[in-house]
DNA sequence: GGACTGTATCAACACCGTGTCGATTAAGTC
DNA sequence: GACTTAATCGACACGGTGTTGATACAGTCC
């Protein structure tokens, strides 16, 4: 959905107000300062005084470019979500037909894989969740896209009778999509009760699948 | 674990510094206006002077009782995170024998429970968690609890035979607390994507159910 | 009942991060 | 060479945090 990030010529709100010289530049280097400066530290440890001297500016014309930090850190989050977006449309083709086991793990494998590759970015997003009502929004929108998806997934499945009946496929959906969030946020923070790098895929396609495909009843 | 929380004889650190005299009052004004705020507003909104304010006094006096804002959120943590691990005992005694679908609501239901009776004070210890390391720290020790109690319940039940083998009983529990942490989290915070308050419990044991009991391979 | 001790209180201060204003310079047009 | 418009920054105002030092206000203790 709306990328507008290519767009330059319909500024995109977020960014800096219309302009096409050499500001560019300083535009990029403040973004690339505020990844590089991810790598090291949590967002909130990082002052626009630090984006703007790693830009080479002084903090006054950082707001030349981006109206606040967040704005920087949505900028940012916007591309990779655009990037994890395509990696999804590919990923559900697969899926469609075929090994169902085979086709959710390349579908998990990818959407793990593009949050893995930037996983500060990812940390930053999510912290910037609770106190950004922006970050909020882009982030609903994120969930929805794939929760939607996983429930047609679910829908086809018992339609073709592959799948038992059971919870509302959508809810369903919910519970896993974001027990994949949480997961996957967890080990990128290398929290302490979490799953190894290696472990997170295997657990959680064994998950997903036992969730669609398996009988609730215990013996 | 480790309450502290009644042995007024030891100064707990995060507390004032040693007394017992009638400024106890004022410890717990500040408390109960914390509390009250964060039912209104989240808590980066919420300024020491509003709980200086709230409890009558000003805002240096605040720092006489409490060292921060931060350290006021983490002392009703601690209360609350300590209230659950009461019903936690009690729930997992219910599971041990018996109907595993039952007794896995019944512990479920528990823990859900004490977290919804107060939302606000949960969802301001996750705000806390990105920024604060002493609120990190805690919440990893609840977690542990969790993952480690739910480890053992499905090493029991494969060792029994009821459940069949799979993943490590460990990394499955990490993942099953996980998801339930971060689905009751969007529910309390009334996300996008979200389950209804109602639903929460039955999708949740639906697939704690078949993660723990269900056969993996689809039809 | 006056000297002593520890609790409780707050005005004033120093500090830091944010965002804005106004003045200034450096390029392009035409 | 007068006129815009991009780009820059010094200086300011603001709001929040945490500390210091002075002060009032109990209660002992002799």
């Known amino acids: 959905m709306e990328a507008a990030s290519k767009a330059r010529s319909t500024p995109n709100g977020r960014g800096r107000r219309a302009t096409r010289a050499s500001g560019d530049d300083r535009e990029r280097a403040i973004l690339e300062t505020a990844e590089r400066l991810l790598e090291e530290r949590s967002l909130s440890e990082i002052s626009v005084d630090d984006l703007a001297k790693g830009a080479g500016i002084s903090r006054p014309t950082f707001y030349f470019y981006f109206p606040s930090k967040d704005a920087v850190v949505l900028t940012i989050v916007d591309r990779l979500v655009a990037d994890a977006a395509g990696s999804r449309e590919e990923a559900l083709g697969t899926l469609a037909q ?72 959508r809810d369903l959906a919910i519970a896993l999509v974001q027990m994949n969030e949480r997961v996957q946020y967890a080990t990128f923070a290398g929290e302490s009760p979490s799953l190894e790098d290696e472990r997170v895929l295997d657990v959680l396609v064994d998950i997903w699948l036992r969730a669609i495909y398996g009988t609730p009843e215990p013996g």
Chains 1, 2 share one sequence.
């Not at 793990?112 to 999510?126: C, D, H, I, K």
């Not at 994120?142 to 799948?163: F, H, K, L, P």
């Open 98 to 169: 075929g090994d169902p086991r085979a086709g959710l793990r390349r579908a998990l494998e990818d959407l793990y894989g593009a949050f893995r590759s930037r996983r500060a970015v990812a940390l930053a997003a999510a912290e910037l969740r609770p106190t950004n009502s922006e970050a909020r929004d882009l982030w609903s929108q994120v969930m929805e896209g794939w929760v939607s998806d996983a429930t047609a997934v679910i829908e086809a499945e018992r339609a073709r009778g592959a799948a038992p009946p059971g919870q509302p496929a």
